[in-house]
């Protein structure tokens, strides 16, 4: 089964961080970033006080797929889980593909209708950055293939 991998270009990377530079700096999010739902963080501003941007990508798109499971998502484009604490960050969610999402982390200086808003518009912005012509079907075997090669050429350091 082939599985898509993005292959977006060094324009696009920028014009997607630049937008999330924008989301940060008007909605006075915390940071933000936009996560293909495995996981992997394509691009993101901001630095997460409590964990590595990657490791919260990935605990990130856990939490997304099984609040999918609990709650129809697809009626929805978005949703935020709000914490009752100040230490905290309260996270929005926002759906940019069925493949990719935006992540906006938030406490109490600003307002969640605020943050919504602004994500609302870097979703849009952001969409044709992942338009379907910058993905590439590629074998999952092929990548298993490049993966054992580099393991056996590197294995003698």
Do not use: C
């Amino acid at each position: 089964m082939a599985r898509p991998f993005f292959l977006l270009s060094e324009q696009s990377i920028k014009a997607i961080e630049k937008t999330l530079v924008e989301l940060v700096e008007e909605s006075r999010a915390r940071y933000a970033q936009v996560v293909d739902r495995s996981g992997y963080v394509i691009a993101n501003h901001g630095q997460p006080s409590h964990m590595h941007p990657e490791e919260l990508g990935a605990i990130a798109a856990g939490i997304l797929s099984a609040m999918q499971v609990i709650v129809n998502l697809a009626e929805s484009p978005e949703t935020t889980l709000k914490f009752h604490s100040k230490t905290i960050s309260n996270f929005h969610f926002h759906w940019i593909s069925p493949r990719v999402f935006l992540l906006a982390a938030f406490d109490n200086a600003t307002t969640e209708s605020l943050v919504r808003s602004k994500a609302r518009r870097a979703a849009r912005l952001i969409l044709p950055h992942l338009a379907q012509d910058e993905t590439q079907r590629m074998s999952v075997g092929s990548v298993q293939f490049i993966e054992d090669k580099l393991s056996e050429l590197f294995q003698d350091l």
